[in-house]
Nanobody
Framework: QVQLAESGGGLVQSGGSLRLSCAASGRTFRNSGAAWFRQAPGKEREFVAAIAVSNRNSYYSDSVKGRFTISRDNAKNTVYLQMNSLKPEDTAIYYC??????????????????WGQGTQVTVSS
């Protein structure tokens, strides 16, 4: 099992930037894919971005593509989400997840076994 802890959330104005971090501990994180999901009040949890074990392949939702960048530092057991040009509709709790989904399923929350507690991101207009 992998333990995950997110940090870096906060309040930012529209157009601003934040960088989220997800620190992992426990076995096999370096052998796990990682992803960020988010959940706004009254909405289902939605996929944001994912990155492969190798750090060579990354995937994004259409709503964040070109604005957000996912990366990982396996030496530090940490995954990052750099968020630029933030919009009020990006407001949500952001969750880090670890797992080994097949490529066609990287956007499915059910493919990830381990989750963090989440960090709140609020973008004011």
């Amino acid at each position: 099992q992998v333990q995950l802890a997110e940090s870096g959330g906060g309040l930012v104005q529209s157009g601003g930037s934040l960088r989220l971090s997800c620190a992992a501990s426990g076995r096999t994180f370096r052998n796990s894919g990682a992803a960020w999901f988010r959940q706004a009040p009254g909405k289902e949890r939605e996929f944001v971005a994912a990155i492969a074990v190798s750090n060579r392949n990354s995937y994004y939702s259409d709503s964040v593509k070109g604005r957000f960048t996912i990366s990982r530092d396996n030496a530090k057991n940490t995954v990052y989400l750099q968020m630029n040009s933030l919009k009020p509709e990006d407001t949500a709790i952001y969750y880090c997840a670890a797992g080994n989904p097949i490529v066609s399923a990287v956007r499915s929350p059910s493919m990830y076994a381990d989750w963090g507690q989440g960090t709140q991101v609020t973008v004011s207009s």
